[in-house]
């Protein structure tokens, strides 16, 4: 019997949509997938990416990985831009965004929370705890609390003599890699081959108040789709927040490019929105596929990352850049 002309539409139109998945799907099956695999940004990376591995190399989900991995941080008073020590906002608080994605597309985050270490827990607690996706400031508290973190002050004696130094000038000028550490991004593929992401930061130092960046922001600070690839983003925020950054990237790998090209052509998109600000701007990727292959860039130079797989051993990167 002759196929109909409706049934042929039908069958073409559903090997068109399975189409880039099968090509990908062909890449992928050539390449044996590196795994686990933890890569973070900035040199705070390292230490953070070594408390992640311990979870991975344990046969522990990527989620609980990048968890652990940006508790790092979080909790050390000498990291100006994360957690406990953060630099506050012009007023003299200190207030975290954090966000969470694990491979099922469950997310969870937290902006403008104050008195809390680990705003990314609290993140996690609203992925998994509530009907939402994200809490605010005194409402994220509230739930934090409630659900046994414990207040404490944030800002630390060095933190606060910075921001009355500060105050002499009042000059808000985001500095370009500041002393290699910013935002840490986490993405990691544990040994089941799944994706997670996780991003934290206490923002611009000397931001306004209510202010909110890209890294508590889904498709911004992180994206993950587990049948792609997972990406994280570092810098200033509204330039991020403006291309959907790292949603951007994870769409552009879903098209084909490699992990690499992908950060590139996202950075790209950036200079392009803002030719001249750009130049005196840092914002930074990392990527990384279902494959487990990394990719890195930024606008200016300095953005360093940390890789930790079997075949590498937490070391340490400088992203190529634009400028
Ligand atoms: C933000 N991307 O709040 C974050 C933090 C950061 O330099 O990277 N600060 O825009």
Known sequence: MKPSRRKFLQTSAVLST???????????????????????????????NAEAW??????GRALDAVEMGVHVPEADPLITTVGYGGAPDRDGHVTLDACIMDEFANCGSVAGLEHIVHPISVARKVMEKTPHVML????????????????????????????????????????????????????????????????????MAYKMRGRVGDSPIIGAGVFVDNEIGAATSTGVGEEVIRICGSHLVVELMRQGNSPQEACEKAVGRIVKNQPKKSK????????????????????????????????????????????
């Open 18 to 48: 399975l189409l880039p998945f099968t090509s990908l799907f062909a890449k992928s099956k050539t390449a044996e997938p590196t795994k686990p695999v933890v890569i973070s940004t900035w040199d705070f990376g390292k230490p953070a």
């Open 54 to 59: 311990k979870v991975l190399t344990n046969k």
């Open 136 to 203: 605010i400031g005194d409402g994220a508290l509230q739930f934090a609390l409630a659900n046994g973190f414990k207040k404490q002050n944030l800002l630390t004696p060095a933190s606060e003599k910075a921001w009355k130094e500060w105050l002499k000038t009042a000059n808000y000028k985001p500095i370009v890699n500041i002393e290699n550490h910013d935002t840490i991004g986490m993405l990691a593929l544990d040994m089941n081959q799944n994706l997670s992401a996780a991003c934290t930061t206490s923002g």
């Open 280 to 323: 005196e701007m840092q914002v930074g990727f990392l990527a990384i596929n279902k494959n487990g292959e990394h990719g890195a860039f930024a606008l200016q130079k300095g953005f360093t990352f940390a890789v930790y797989s079997n075949s590498i051993n937490n070391e340490l990167f400088e992203a190529k850049s634009y400028y």
